[in-house]
């Protein structure tokens, strides 16, 4: 008797099939390849991981504390959906130094036509840019490779990335872009220093992209994470307000940039905090208020003690940080350039390496390769519709990278 009530107890509780419900949005989306190797990983004891997508330092004590300090003295609410006033204004008037860009916090009383806000990551800031300039059966184009979220992100609209190849420099130029131009596109999605090669635009390359998009009325996205990752040969602009400092070559640059130039920032990997999910965005006030418009519905706003420590942010010195990792850069290029083909990164931390043909493998079965050996690193595939090549991160400790570096050198040579 009693097991019986137990048989039936279980039928009650048999739980539905609930993957009819699940929609097209979602199935479309396909994350085994990046997910197979992340499984293979795990089962790895002390390997050498070159697969890591985020810094290897610790977060600034001054940023540190400016969050600590905050929850301390009670900023643990919500904060306005644009971003703390105090971080806004330390946005504003960076962008102003950097740029020469007018961009007020949205809702700020302005003749300006840019706004500022401040987004959940910089991967909120494109989902919300996504969302606001999409239509289902739009397009938008990307590079290929690509940052892996930019293609689903427009799957997630119903609308489509398309792709341009950019191999085998990398480079997602006015050229390339403008054959791929048409009524359907929306915006073009530029990532410099980019993920996964590290590439940067000249500051040529820069305008003519930007002058493209302002004359087909398609607005041009710049995701620059990577902006502070720059190493000494992809330094080539002033800042406007003190020539002495080199800065990046972004099509973001100029006060009139901002009429055609979605500007998309981050805080994580710069300062090591990539966890604390910020970033901001600034452009045409007509698509940051609808940004901001959507944000309220679904981030509501960015963490909110952790915006006094994005404060402190501007106060913190990379710069050592930047120039040890080019050093680490440097090591990657002399160790394999003689084994194969790696467009040279002149900023973030990574690098893009192609696997070499007499191999007759494809970045997949490289990075398995690797794994038998203790190494991690990313199979081009992820990036790409091509899987040729592999991602490195050099976001990690030297002795463990030259140890990686050796292994790979040692496949290359010997298969
Ligand atoms: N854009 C690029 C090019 C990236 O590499 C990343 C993170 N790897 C993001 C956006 C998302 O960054 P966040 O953690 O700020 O959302």
């Given at each position: 008797m009693g097991s019986s009530l137990a048989l039936s107890d279980r039928a009650e509780h048999?739980?539905?099939?609930?993957?009819?419900?699940?929609a097209d949005r979602s199935r479309a989306i396909d994350a085994s390849g990046i997910r197979r190797i992340f499984a293979l990983a795990a089962?790895?004891?002390?390997p050498i991981n070159l697969?890591?997508?985020?810094?290897d330092f610790p977060v600034p004590k001054i940023v540190r504390d400016a969050a600590s300090d905050a929850i301390e003295s009670g900023v643990n609410g919500y904060s306005p959906t644009q971003g703390h006033p105090a971080l806004l204004k330390r946005i504003c008037s960076w962008l102003k130094a950097d740029l020469d860009w007018d961009a007020p916090a949205v809702g700020t009383p302005s003749d300006s036509a840019a706004a500022t806000f401040v987004t959940t990551g910089t991967s909120g800031a494109l989902h919300l840019a996504y969302m606001a300039l999409l239509n289902p059966g739009d397009e938008c184009i990307i590079g290929d490779?690509?940052?892996?979220s930019y293609p689903h992100l427009a799957t997630m609209c119903g609308a489509k990335a398309v792709k341009v190849?950019?191999?085998?420099?990398?480079r997602l130029t006015a050229e390339r872009v403008e054959p791929l131009l048409?009524?359907?596109?929306?915006f073009v999605l530029l990532n410099t220093?980019?993920?996964?090669?590290g590439v940067t635009l000249t500051a040529d390359e820069c305008v003519e992209l930007r002058e493209l998009c302002a004359s087909r009325g398609v607005l041009l996205i710049s995701?620059?994470?990577?902006?502070?990752?720059?190493?000494s040969d992809g330094l080539t602009d002033s800042c406007?307000?003190?020539?002495s400092i080199k800065r990046f070559p972004t099509?973001?640059?100029?006060?009139?940039a901002s009429d055609s130039v979605l500007l998309i920032r981050g805080f994580g990997k710069t300062y090591g905090c990539?966890?604390?999910r910020l970033g901001y965005a600034s452009g045409p006030r007509a698509v940051i208020d609808e940004m901001a418009k959507l944000q309220q519905y679904?981030?509501?706003?960015?963490?909110s003690p952790l915006q006094a420590g994005a404060s402190a942010c501007?106060?913190?010195?990379m710069r050592p940080m930047v120039a040890d990792y080019e050093q680490r850069r440097d090591m990657i290029l002399q160790r394999l350039s003689g084994l194969t083909t790696i467009a040279s990164?002149?900023?973030?931390?990574y690098a893009f390496i192609e696997v070499p043909?007499?191999?007759?493998?494809t970045g997949t079965q490289f990075a398995e390769k690797l794994i038998e050996r203790k190494v991690l690193v990313i199979p081009g595939g992820a990036f790409s519709d091509r899987d040729t090549h592999f991602r490195v991160s050099f976001a990690t400790d030297p002795v463990k990278l030259k140890a990686g570096l050796e292994i790979i050198a040692e496949l290359m040579t010997r298969g």
């Amino acid at each position: 008797m009693g097991s019986s009530l137990a048989l039936s107890d279980r039928a009650e509780h048999t739980a539905p099939d609930l993957t009819g419900l699940i929609a097209d949005r979602s199935r479309a989306i396909d994350a085994s390849g990046i997910r197979r190797i992340f499984a293979l990983a795990a089962t790895l004891d002390d390997p050498i991981n070159l697969s890591i997508g985020q810094p290897d330092f610790p977060v600034p004590k001054i940023v540190r504390d400016a969050a600590s300090d905050a929850i301390e003295s009670g900023v643990n609410g919500y904060s306005p959906t644009q971003g703390h006033p105090a971080l806004l204004k330390r946005i504003c008037s960076w962008l102003k130094a950097d740029l020469d860009w007018d961009a007020p916090a949205v809702g700020t009383p302005s003749d300006s036509a840019a706004a500022t806000f401040v987004t959940t990551g910089t991967s909120g800031a494109l989902h919300l840019a996504y969302m606001a300039l999409l239509n289902p059966g739009d397009e938008c184009i990307i590079g290929d490779p690509y940052f892996v979220s930019y293609p689903h992100l427009a799957t997630m609209c119903g609308a489509k990335a398309v792709k341009v190849d950019t191999y085998p420099d990398f480079r997602l130029t006015a050229e390339r872009v403008e054959p791929l131009l048409n009524e359907k596109t929306k915006f073009v999605l530029l990532n410099t220093p980019s993920n996964p090669a590290g590439v940067t635009l000249t500051a040529d390359e820069c305008v003519e992209l930007r002058e493209l998009c302002a004359s087909r009325g398609v607005l041009l996205i710049s995701d620059e994470i990577y902006d502070e990752f720059v190493f000494s040969d992809g330094l080539t602009d002033s800042c406007v307000n003190d020539p002495s400092i080199k800065r990046f070559p972004t099509p973001a640059r100029g006060a009139s940039a901002s009429d055609s130039v979605l500007l998309i920032r981050g805080f994580g990997k710069t300062y090591g905090c990539t966890g604390w999910r910020l970033g901001y965005a600034s452009g045409p006030r007509a698509v940051i208020d609808e940004m901001a418009k959507l944000q309220q519905y679904t981030f509501v706003c960015a963490p909110s003690p952790l915006q006094a420590g994005a404060s402190a942010c501007f106060d913190a010195d990379m710069r050592p940080m930047v120039a040890d990792y080019e050093q680490r850069r440097d090591m990657i290029l002399q160790r394999l350039s003689g084994l194969t083909t790696i467009a040279s990164p002149s900023g973030a931390f990574y690098a893009f390496i192609e696997v070499p043909g007499h191999l007759g493998m494809t970045g997949t079965q490289f990075a398995e390769k690797l794994i038998e050996r203790k190494v991690l690193v990313i199979p081009g595939g992820a990036f790409s519709d091509r899987d040729t090549h592999f991602r490195v991160s050099f976001a990690t400790d030297p002795v463990k990278l030259k140890a990686g570096l050796e292994i790979i050198a040692e496949l290359m040579t010997r298969g």
